[in-house]
């Protein structure tokens, strides 16, 4: 038997031990949040992380990614390998609590499958476990074709509104996390679990959010845990008070994640606003070039106060994320715009901006090997 269908097994064991543990009871303490040391200790441990939010060319969301009848090992090595030669090690990736619902076994297989690949071209990715942006009511299945001329017109949020508010449902929900979580513990080739993305500032949101955290630490990953602060203007001591999901943020991730679309100056202060936690900082998105954030500009100051930076946007695709946000209300049809919003790649490969791909690979260390 190999090594790796032998790990595979391991792994499918800890997800039905994890499906134990919610049945469960246990006398030990809780996890709680790392100590700014440990937390140190690990980030001295990792190279300067760069990457992509990844989602591939076919797939308009994270379902029809994920999903048996539409995963496509072979585009995402292809494109994983456009990645390896800028120099990028990490990917941050969504993931659905309705996969695991759906068939938790051949996710897990699927997720581990991923992981083989991003190994193979040395990235390591972020996982991201909720999402609370774009469609309510995700529904698993074939998925609808983009919406001709705006941006990302197929993501859907995990979990969507209905499961939200059904209090019956969180028994689901945390057997998610635990489980896909605790199948993957002590796997080194992921960075970090990103516990929700923009969460939003809503009763049910709030109420969960702290829980989610502690699903998470239930499982004893090795790998630290975040959601991503995008509250603008915030730093903490600040004049701006944080929101009740920020502070759940802050109080709650092993590293500080942020979110920051705007022009480099931003971006800066933003930084070293954050560094007042003593805390790795892990920008999980940035890059929107017509509202000023940018390759050129925004990635040096990353590396310079080694701040990890994952763009929005790798390759163009269904998601049409090189449409900008205004088309929502004004979609791209009868002409593009002059500026691609986020993607760094065309489908077939070719750059948008061969400059640019210049600078990740001089910031990288790529272009010098």
Sequence with gaps: ???????????????????FLLLSTSTAAPAQQWTEARANAWYAQQPWLVGSNYIPT???????????????????????????????????VFLHDLLWQQDSAG????????????????????FVLFDSCWEAAPKLGPQHPPIPGVHNSGWVQSPGEPALKDASQRPRLKQYVVGVVGAFANDKRIVA??????????????????????????????QPLTSGIFQGNFVPNGKEKPTPVTEIQAAQSDVISFHNYSWPEDFEKEVVGLQQYHRPLICTE??????????????????KYRVA?????????????NLPW?????????SQPTIWFHDIFRPDGTPYREREVEIIRELTGKSAK
């Excluded at 994270?62 to 995963?71: C, G, N, S, V, Y």
């Excluded at 996710?107 to 990715?125: E, M, W």
């Excluded at 940035?286 to 590396?303: C, E, H, N, Q």
């Excluded at 205004?326 to 009868?334: A, T």
């Design 107 to 126: 996710f897990t297989r699927r997720i581990d499958t991923f992981l083989a690949i991003a190994d193979k071209h040395h990235i390591h990715p972020i």
């Design 1 to 19: 038997m190999s090594s790796s269908i032998s790990a595979l097994i391991r792994r499918l064991a800890l997800t039905a031990a994890a499906g």
């Design 286 to 303: 940035y890059m929107a070039r017509s509202a000023g954030s940018t390759f050129d500009t925004v990635l040096p100051i990353a590396k």
């Design 193 to 222: 679990w990103d516990v929700w993305n923009e969460p939003a500032d809503k009763k049910e949101v709030i109420d969960l959010l702290p829980q989610v955290f502690a699903w998470a630490r239930e499982a004893k990953p090795s």
């Design 326 to 334: 205004d088309s929502w209300e004004r979609p791209y049809v009868k």
């Design 58 to 92: 076919n797939a308009i969301n994270e379902l029809e990614m994920w999903q048996a009848d539409t995963f496509d090992p072979q585009q995402i090595d292809k494109e994983l390998g456009w990645a390896e030669g800028l120099g990028m090690n990490t990917m941050r």
């Design 309 to 321: 930076a994952i763009n929005w946007g790798f390759v163009l695709g269904k998601t049409q994320t």
